[in-house]
Structure formats: structure tokens, C-alpha cells
């Protein structure tokens, strides 16, 4: 009967052992083979190999070009950075409610993003805006987990410029208790202060930071 080291637990035979390398070896290579840094070429492929992950693995996927570990509940990038998405052109909007789509561009400016494991990342949006006339222009961001709104925008977690002179306006703010593993978006909203004036948005971005 095989023992097993102390930090690894791989199988080593004793000595009163059947003189059986093959298997003696099989059942090492088994035991390293979930310990080394696993390749696939996406995460389909991964997880069609790996049915039964444990915490602590590693598996590199060609698609993204990324390096994953095992939570315990669900693959996580070892380092997970920014997501950020621009657009340059302007748009429009006279709404004074929040919308996402803006008059005269390609809307939604939406940042796609998987939940670390903390549930906690940093929201970033900013823009160039002006108004008709002398009112405000609001900027904020809808965070949603999958298609369930996890954080409306407001003008609390918002940017604001007031007047008809161009500006450049930006904020943060932290949203928490996102189910880790989670695949969210992050959507830039924008709004008028009053309906009789338009209210002018460009060289727009949404940038997501995870917090570890």
C-alpha cells in the first residue's frame, strides 16, 4: 500500500510493494496531474475536462490568454485587471430620467465584466458634456448581474457639468455583493437636468476595476 508524502500527498510505494513500476508511476502522474498548471484552449474545453475541480487548481486558457484558479465555487483569473470600453462620438438626450441610449450615437456603452471573488468592484465613467443652455448634464451607470439590475444610476454615484461651455466630468463609486464568478455589465446612463435643454455627451468611458 502506498504512502503519501506530507505537504502534496503524493503516493510513493514501500519497499513490501508488488515491484509494479508502471503502476507505481501511473499513480504519481495522477496525483501531479491536477497540481500542474493545466491547458486548454478555452473554458468550455476546460471544463469539459475538469468535472470535478478543486480549490487551488490552475488551468491557462489560450482564449482569453489568461491564467485561472479554482475558488472552491468557480475558475477566477489569478489577476484579474481593468475592464474598459470608449467611445468618442457624441450623443444627446433631453430625458431626465436615466437612459442608456443617447440620440445621435451607437448605444448602449456597456463594459462586460466577471465578479471577482470579493462581489466588489470600482465603477468609473466619465465624458465631455454641455448643455443648451445653462442647466446640468448628469452621467452615471446601471451595474447589472446578468440581467438583474444590481445597482441603479443616481446622481449620488454621478457626474455632473452645468452650463453651455464643454467640460470634462468624471466619478466613482464601489458596488459590493456581487455573486463572485457572476458575469456583469456595467452600462453608462445619462440625463438633463431639465427637459428644455439638450444635454451633450461625448468621448464617453466606462472602466471596471476589481477589488480583491
Known amino acids: 500500500m502506498a504512502l503519501l508524502t506530507p505537504l502534496g500527498s503524493l503516493p510513493y510505494p514501500q519497499p513490501t510493494d508488488a515491484a509494479n ?8 502522474a495522477e496525483a501531479v496531474d491536477g497540481r500542474t498548471v493545466l491547458r486548454f484552449t478555452d473554458a468550455a474545453t476546460r471544463d469539459a ?13 489560450t482564449t482569453p490568454g489568461r491564467l485561472y484558479y479554482y475558488t472552491g465555487s468557480h475558475w477566477a483569473p489569478v489577476a484579474p485587471g ?4 470608449a467611445v468618442a462620438t457624441a450623443g444627446t438626450t433631453t430625458s431626465t ?8 450615437s451607437t448605444d448602449p ?10 462581489g466588489t468592484v470600482l465603477v ?3 465624458a465631455r458634456v454641455n448643455s443648451s443652455a ?3 448634464c448628469h452621467l452615471s451607470a446601471v451595474v447589472r448581474l446578468g440581467t438583474t439590475v444590481a445597482l441603479g444610476a443616481a446622481d ?3 457626474a455632473t457639468g452645468v452650463g453651455t461651455a464643454q467640460c470634462s466630468v468624471s466619478t466613482q463609486f464601489q458596488v459590493t455583493g456581487l455573486t463572485a464568478g457572476g458575469t456583469c455589465t456595467a452600462t453608462a446612463a445619462y440625463r438633463s437636468a431639465v427637459t428644455s435643454s439638450t444635454a451633450t455627451f461625448a468621448n464617453r468611458f466606462v472602466t471596471v476595476t476589481p477589488v480583491l
Do not use: C, D
Request: charged letters at 10%.
Open 134 to 136: 445653462a442647466t446640468a
Open 21 to 28: 513500476v508502471p503502476l507505481h508511476i501511473q499513480s504519481l
Open 109 to 118: 456603452l456597456a463594459v462586460s465584466f466577471t465578479a471577482p471573488p470579493s
Open 49 to 61: 475536462r475538469v468535472n470535478a475541480p478543486v480549490a487551488g487548481m490552475l488551468a491557462w486558457l
Open 124 to 126: 468609473t465613467v466619465g
Open 97 to 104: 430620467s436615466y437612459v442608456e441610449t443617447l440620440t445621435g
Open 156 to 158: 449620488a454615484r454621478g
Open 82 to 85: 481593468p475592464a474598459h470600453k
